[in-house]
């Protein structure tokens, strides 16, 4: 028996409430309806809530398990996994908020974990983040993972960042588990090609921030993308300018790079950089807006990825956002 379970619990039964994050990795769409269905049946017997949040696929296959159960609330996959993460997060807890007393919100979750190195990076870090972003609420989810079509690397995720594994025999302890500060720390940045370019704009020794943020707009203008994904980005670059003015160390240096569908910029001090590895996935003051904080926070929200780096004289944040091209 595991210690988060008690005598007479089922397989899939609710404890005190506070996060559970289980995943299931299946072979068969028997197996996943089997299993995520009793997940959403058994919780909703209890009096907890009940949420899908899958590709329209597994969608249909649960919904069909679960007999359409209008309590059931089937979320679009699309726009909570394929948005940034702090969407995903910030979705989550408002559900959270929903709950009733002494009980959870169960949730099927699907991550897409996009179709870029970065992209599948950033959800992998969303894995392990949710471990203690929502530690004390009043979460369980499921992740469930299809062994024929995911690639290894999605299925090394699953088994190092869900602290207790599903099958049709029971809920057991993962062996496999890794600390969430140590699995974010064992991520590479992944490299970026345009970074080795000439950047469109370079300054190495920020003193005048005023006329900084003028160059970067006029320089922005000239960028066929959507305008207000522009203007969230100027937001990200003036505010992490700013962090690196206010934390970090002087000298402060900006590089921004355009491509079609594409910038990124580095902003680079010489101080060490965050220590806390959940940095900017949440606001650092939690509720308390006005105590500050909230840089890596906004980046996060506003920019696709968001890399921190530290390097021999000093630290760096990556800011990149994408977008399809007009056709010219």
């Known amino acids: ?38 997940f959403l049946l058994e919780g909703l017997a209890v ?4 949420v899908i949040a ?34 995903a997060i910030t979705t989550f807890r408002g559900l959270a908020e929903q709950a009733s007393p002494g009980r959870r919100i169960r949730v099927v979750g699907e991550v897409d974990f ?28 499921l992740c469930v993972f299809d062994t024929r079509r995911a690639p290894e690397t999605v299925l090394a995720t699953a088994r190092s960042t869900h602290p207790h ?13 890794v600390a969430p500060a ?3 720390a064992s991520l590479p940045v992944p490299d970026e090609p345009l970074e080795r ?3 469109a704009l370079a300054v190495e020794d920020v003193t005048d921030f005023i006329s900084l943020r003028r160059a970067i707009r006029a320089l922005l203008t000239t960028v066929d993308g959507p305008p207000d994904l522009i203007e969230d980005y100027l937001l990200a670059v003036d505010e992490m300018t700013s962090n690196a003015a206010r934390h970090g160390r002087r000298p402060v240096g900006v590089r921004l790079w355009t491509a079609p569908g594409q910038l990124v910029c580095t902003i680079r001090d010489a101080g060490a950089g965050p220590t806390d590895p959940f940095a900017g996935y949440g606001p650092a003051h939690g509720e308390d807006l006005s105590a500050g904080g909230m840089g890596l926070w906004l980046a996060r929200q506003l920019c696709n990825h968001v890399a921190l780096r530290r390097h021999g004289d000093g630290s760096s944040v990556r800011l990149s956002v994408d977008w399809t091209p007009s056709p010219s």
């Open 1 to 38: 028996m595991h210690p988060n379970e008690g005598p007479g619990d089922g397989v899939l039964t609710c404890g005190a409430p506070g996060f559970r994050h289980d995943a299931l990795l299946y072979d068969s769409v028997e197996e996943l309806a089997a299993v995520a269905a009793t």
């Open 47 to 50: 009096g907890d809530g009940a």
């Open 54 to 87: 899958v590709s329209p696929g597994t969608a249909g296959v649960l919904r069909e398990a679960v007999g359409d159960n209008p309590l059931v609330l089937v979320l679009d996959q699309h726009s909570l996994y394929r948005s940034r993460t702090p969407t």
């Open 114 to 141: 996009g179709t870029s190195i970065a992209d599948r990076t950033e959800w992998q870090r969303y894995e392990a983040v949710i471990n203690h972003a929502f530690a004390t609420s009043p979460l369980w989810g």
């Open 165 to 177: 594994l599903v099958t049709p025999a029971g809920r057991e302890g993962n062996p496999d588990y």
């Open 182 to 184: 140590s699995y974010l």
């Open 197 to 199: 370019t000439a950047p």
